[in-house]
């Protein structure tokens, strides 16, 4: 697995901090009343890490949003809550009074729909910081999988995953989130070097 140095690191967990604040920013707007979005952690992991430190913290079902995207990064971008996690954010998001099966019903259309600015404007700030251009494509809604399915069709022996744990502070509520970059070892290359010429840049 390829890593980062301490600068590198920072310089990244900076750029991914202003891309998750952009994201909340887009989200209010949406949705119309504030959701506040913590300081992101980052970290490089492998595939079984990855299943290590969810499975830490949520031992559940994922309910999970991703979409692919491609350009001088490529891979897989997905949002992630445990299922309880997910019920309870359409609730905030829709409105406390819904019933059970109206959350179930309506599932799938609000993340999707939350998934998608929240991705788009992550991966857009990517892209302006590092100035590159990042196609996505439509996001798809997945429920009841594990953190595999977070590698898309991507082969798990040659991969780097960029894991972002996130909480989601919506009405006092906190909800746990997991916001993952599933991209090929080369990418991850030509991520590292677009790291340094932005660290280039700004010293």
């Known amino acids: 697995m390829l890593d980062l140095t301490e ?12 891309a998750v604040g952009r994201s909340a920013g887009v989200l209010n707007e949406m949705i119309g009343y504030e959701v506040l979005l913590s300081v992101p952690k ?37 949002i992630a809550f445990p299922e309880q996690n997910s019920l309870e954010l359409v ?34 700030t990517f892209g302006n910081e590092f100035g590159v251009n990042i196609s996505s494509e439509i996001p798809k ?5 594990d953190s595999k399915s977070l590698c898309g069709t991507l082969d798990s022996q040659g991969i780097s995953i960029i894991f972002i744990h996130v909480d989601f502070f919506v009405k006092d509520r906190n909800i746990d989130g997991y916001l993952v970059l599933a991209v090929s070892v080369h990418t991850m290359e030509k991520l590292i070097n677009l790291v340094k010429n932005y660290l280039d840049k700004i010293m």
């Open 7 to 18: 600068l590198e690191h920072d310089s990244l967990t900076e750029i991914t901090n202003m």
């Open 42 to 78: 980052v970290e490089i992991v492998t595939e079984s890490e990855l299943s290590e430190k969810i499975g830490a913290l949520k031992d559940q079902p994922l309910t999970v949003v991703q979409q692919g995207f491609e350009g001088p990064l490529s891979g897989f971008a997905s």
């Open 91 to 124: 609730r905030l998001l829709l409105g406390e009074e819904m019933s059970l099966d109206e959350i179930v019903d309506l599932e799938q259309e609000a993340l999707q729909e939350m998934g998608n600015v929240i991705l788009n404007s992550f991966l857009g």
């Open 141 to 145: 809604f997945r429920k009841d999988v």
